[in-house]
């Protein structure tokens, strides 16, 4: 595998402030919406109807203030008891008594009577609080005593608030404030789960397996978060129920981590530490949920403050290292993903100082890290897909340019052939000269220095050569032209020879203009035949008329025909070495040859393929 080294943006100080703008914008842009949509008021209904004069009462029957921060009352061990008063003027309309947050089971006595839940047993969980309906055989005109009994396996009890109102719109007020606790957990439960899913089917694609994993991860622990919150481990015990929030708060956080440092270039760095504290707080946890007490709550408190603080460190590390190496490209990444740090914190400073059980991240805190986490993932995916129409046109780029090398190279091949072509017609040329006229004029050399030799046959031999050298030209003059006008440029040649020896020419084409092309090789071959067969007419025939006739094959190609009326004698009749220098010449060029000789003249027949 190839690395390639990336080098570092330049940081100047007009992208610092760039940077810095794109951050504080998402920042106030989430805040400014998480405002809006969590209100930060009570309901009215609760707020008319919260009773204030809660007391705790002692192990001596005294009452005395609660502790605990203003938000919820405080007991002094795992069983506590908090007493407070309610004025009625019309006690036979009844009673609605509500607990909203209490730890970790509750029952309600009304002047001295207990009283039983109205809620199913599922809905008994200090998440979703407790309702009584309180019938007016209980209650009295003027003041009613009430007196809520919290009990918990552990450290010490608390109970939120009890709202007491006559029925009616005091349901409705619990019916909403039950579905506003709700519905965020369920949403994060359902997003979480659909978010897992998603990721660990794009992590298929091997392109997108690290970072979809990671992001798997994450959703997963915000799933068993929405589970959590829901409270659906009531039944467990204590140590349980505390662990399982452990666990989620260390998948969600874990799973961040991974994600962070895998959307940045340069990573992922922070593998190896996130293997050995997973395992190490794993243990602990496990520990925890198997041990007869729970951890005591300043254990807890550094438990969760380590796992948030650790965790942001590490996001905050990778989001610095993207910025420095991919500059303003991933800005908004940047400003994405740290709205993880400042979310996490500020869901951790609420839970310190609302939820003594368990730090955990507030649903609608978790919610918008789902929400954040999916436009983040088709963020991602949206730069992987321009980076691969990036990579296509690199691609591109490239077959382009081996195209064009390839063109280069096909030409270059194409001059070679040309100038091997050329090579081969001159090394044709010059055999054909050797073996021709050089032969030819090699005779006329020695004929020339025999004095014995008759002039006759010097001059004859003299014509013969001329008639090769001019037959050579005619062959290369012919190049580029169809074989009927290569044939007619023989044809003045034929019939000049005819006439010197008293014979007559009949020419025959019937090609009509047809793009037949031979090369000069083939030409001149198809002169030499023509011509020999035209010398045996003059020299052996005795006739008075040579026919010429060119037409098409059967097979295509071409055929030639020259007859002659002569009556040779029977001895004229055997094979010569023209006869056979005619069917080798034939057979050089791939073609049929034929001689029919008979009491009405002769004919050579050569029948040429098309190649």
Known sequence: MIEVEIPSAEVTPARKLRAMLWILGVQIAFWGLALLVRPPVIDPVFADNRLANILLEDADGQLKQAGGRPVYYLGDGPEARFVSTVSLDHPERGLVVFAPRYNRSVTLSVNGQRVPSSDAPAWRGGKLGNKWVIPAGLLRSGTNSLSADVRRECCRAYLADLIAAPPGAIDIAIRQWRMQSLLPALGLMVLGLFGALTCLLAGRNTLHKPIANAAAVAFTGMALGGLWQIDILTPSSEPLYISAGFMTLLATMGGLVALADRWFSGGPQFDRALLIFGAVFSVMTVAAALAPEPLPRELRDLFNVLIVLLSNAAIIACVARGLKRDGEALVLDAAVLLLVP??????????????????????????????????????????????????????????????????????????????????????????????????????????????????????????????????????????????????????????????????????????????????????????????????????????????????????????????????????????????????????????????????????????????
Do not use: C
Not at 440 to 448: C, D, I, R, T
Not at 468 to 474: A, G, Q
């Open 342 to 611: 400042s979310i996490s914190l500020a869901d951790l400073i609420d839970a310190l100082q609302t939820e003594p059980l368990v730090r955990n991240i507030a649903p609608l805190g978790v919610l918008a890290l789902a929400v954040l986490l999916l436009f983040g993932i088709v963020r991602r995916a949206q730069m992987l897909s321009r980076r691969l129409e990036d990579a296509n046109a690199v691609l591109d780029a490239r077959i382009a340019e081996k195209q064009a090398e390839l063109e280069i190279t096909a030409a270059l091949l194409r001059q070679r052939e040309a100038e091997a072509a050329v090579q081969g017609e001159r090394a044709r040329i010059m055999r054909d000269m050797h073996d021709g006229m050089g032969g030819q004029l090699l005779s006329v050399l020695m004929l020339s220095r025999d004095e014995n030799s008759p002039r006759q046959m010097i001059t004859h031999t003299v014509e013969q050569a001329i008639d090769d050298l001019r037959l050579l030209i005619d062959s290369l003059d012919s190049v580029g032209d169809t074989i009927d006008f290569a044939l007619g440029q023989f044809r003045e040649r034929a019939e000049a020879k005819l006439r010197a020896a008293g014979m007559k020419l009949i020419w025959s084409n019937s090609l009509d203009g047809r793009s037949i092309m031979l090369p000069p090789g083939t030409i001149l071959t198809v002169y030499r035949i023509m011509q020999e067969a035209i010398n045996n007419a003059v020299r052996h025939s005795g006739g008075k008329v040579v026919t010429l006739t060119i037409g098409q094959s059967g097979l295509g190609g071409v055929e030639i025909a020259i007859a002659d009326d002569g009556q040779p004698g029977p001895a004229l009749w055997k094979r010569g070495r023209g006869l056979s220098n005619m069917e080798v010449r034939a057979q050089a060029i791939g073609a049929a040859f034929r001689l029919d000789t008979g009491a009405n003249g002769t004919q050579v027949l050569l029948q040429i393929p098309m190649t």
